[in-house]
């Protein structure tokens, strides 16, 4: 069985950083694909970062490009999201996914999802 538990989020000035963390269990596939979505308030689910361990590529979001990383660690089977100059617009549930084989940032192709952290960024 699949889990995937995130953890990290918070509240922040604008500015501030914060590292979110995805703790996987259960998958086995080879070679798969790890992101984040978020979802803000009355607005779509959209990706901000994904990356395939089949090659280590990695794919951001323009509106995070430059401030956040994506990265995981194999050996305790956890993604993460180094958020830093965070903003206002920044303000969402953060979500992490996993899909077998390469990346999409469509939602609706992953199939399985964590809980979602908070993440608030105040002005």
């Known amino acids: 069985q699949v889990q995937l538990v995130e953890s990290g989020g918070g509240s922040v000035q604008a500015g501030g950083s914060l590292r979110l963390s995805c703790a996987a269990s259960g998958y086995t596939a080879s070679s798969y694909c790890m992101a984040w979505f978020r979802q803000a308030p009355g607005k779509e689910r959209e990706a901000v970062a994904t990356?395939?361990?089949?090659?280590?590529?990695?794919y951001y979001a323009d509106s995070v490009k430059g401030r956040f990383t994506i990265s995981q660690d194999n050996t305790k089977n956890t993604l993460y999201l180094q958020m830093n100059s965070l903003k206002p617009e920044d303000t969402a549930m953060y979500y992490c996914?996993?899909?077998?084989?390469?990346?999409?940032?469509?939602?609706?192709?992953?199939?399985?999802w964590g809980q979602g952290t908070q993440v608030t960024v105040s002005s």
């Open positions: 990356v395939y361990t089949g090659g280590g590529s990695t």
């Open positions: 996914a996993v899909r077998r084989d390469y990346c999409s940032i469509r939602p609706l192709l992953y199939r399985y």
